[in-house]
């Protein structure tokens, strides 16, 4: 979640922010086109793009 980087892991929907819609998206992702490792998806940094995830992304913005 590194405002200013290059890639802005968990803003999925590439918009330069990080909400709602962005769970929205990755859970998309994860259910019907997780056929490629892709970084800024990987919320938790554990080499997979899965429902935790999913639950990685909703605490972020829950608590922020």
């Known amino acids: 979640y590194k405002k200013g980087a290059e890639v802005l892991v968990g803003d999925i929907n590439e918009d330069k922010n990080i909400d709602v819609a962005d769970i929205v998206c ?8 997780n056929d490629d490792y892709n970084k ?20 972020y913005i829950l608590t922020n």
């Open 26 to 33: 990755l859970a998309h992702i994860v259910l019907y086109e």
């Open 40 to 59: 800024t998806y990987d919320i938790n940094d554990d080499g997979s793009v899965d429902v935790a995830d999913i639950v990685a992304l909703a605490n």
